[in-house]
């Protein structure tokens, strides 16, 4: 399971960072901000 983050705006360094895990009933899901406007 995967998810890419980006940095916030206006960050001195944009970009993204990759989220790696590997286990039985591993989801990304759990590390999203459904909160997130930029998102929807």
Known sequence: ???A???T???S???F????YRA???SA???MD?????AR
């Open 5 to 7: 983050v980006a940095t």
């Open 24 to 26: 039985p009933r591993a």
């Open 13 to 15: 360094e944009p970009g």
């Open 34 to 38: 459904h909160a997130c406007t930029a």
């Open 29 to 31: 899901e759990d590390l």
């Open 9 to 11: 705006a206006g960050d």
């Open 1 to 3: 399971s995967f998810a």
């Open 17 to 20: 960072y990759v989220l790696a």
